[in-house]
């Protein structure tokens, strides 16, 4: 009896360990969920004001590629990428498995490349024109959609979790809400024409806010959980 306590002991021991490890790892993840769209928000702040042709209001985010700068937008696409499916790995790591939402994770991680491709074939002039590519655009069009049918799917998983289930119908708002505007950004403001067209970037930006303050929410709740 005593040799199987002490070997249940070390067990416990090294259980205890490999959570408290875990759980560090989840808290670093979460910082990704908050420094993701305070450092792309910031970046895309410094190029309107280095570029003053640039209109935050009619033209899209990735507009700023065609110019000489496009580089930094570029490369703000890549962060943000890596900084998105960091901090989705630190959700799958912190809510509970469900069969329900399985395929969250994977169409968000989905939606992260759609950002590497964002900076990978990006805008480029034509004719004194800010002009998207269409290798862009698969890359919007996956960004977008797969971000916001992922958050609806992973709210699922997250409803099956007591921790998580508080928050489970505001995540699946926002993914409504973005897969809502991301069809009036496609359908009725990025083409030349359409009635919201010189609305494309404001548009565009609300779109952003409501993604980036679910990140925020959930990466301060990821956090509180990981403790």
């Keep these: 009896v005593g040799a199987g306590g002490a070997r249940m002991t070390r067990y416990d021991s090294r259980a205890s360990v490999l959570e408290a490890r875990t759980a560090s790892r989840v808290r670093t993840l979460a910082l990704a969920g908050v420094a993701g769209p305070v450092l792309f928000t910031v970046l895309v702040i410094l190029q309107g004001l280095l570029i003053p042709a640039y209109s935050h209001v009619s033209l899209p985010i990735s507009a700023l590629e065609a110019w000489p700068t496009g580089w930094i937008q570029r490369l703000n696409f890549w962060l943000a990428a890596s900084l998105n499916i960091a901090f989705v790995y630190g959700l799958h790591l912190a809510v509970q498995p469900a069969r329900r939402g399985a395929t969250g994770v994977p169409l968000l991680v989905v939606g992260g490349i759609g950002l590497a491709l964002a900076g990978l074939f990006p805008w480029v002039m034509v004719n004194g024109v800010p002009t998207e590519t269409p290798l862009h655009v ?15 799917m992973f709210s699922r998983r997250m409803s099956a979790d007591g921790r998580w289930r508080g928050v489970s119908r505001y995540t699946m708002a926002t993914g409504i809400a973005m897969l809502v505007l991301f069809i009036a950004l496609g359908f009725f403001a990025i083409d030349d024409g359409t009635p919201l067209h010189p609305w494309a970037g404001l548009l565009q930006r609300i779109l952003c806010v409501v993604w980036f303050t679910l990140l925020i929410v959930l990466a301060v709740r990821l956090r509180g959980v990981a403790r």
């Design 138 to 152: 698969v890359g919007a069009i996956t960004t977008f959609a797969a971000t916001g049918l992922g958050w609806l």
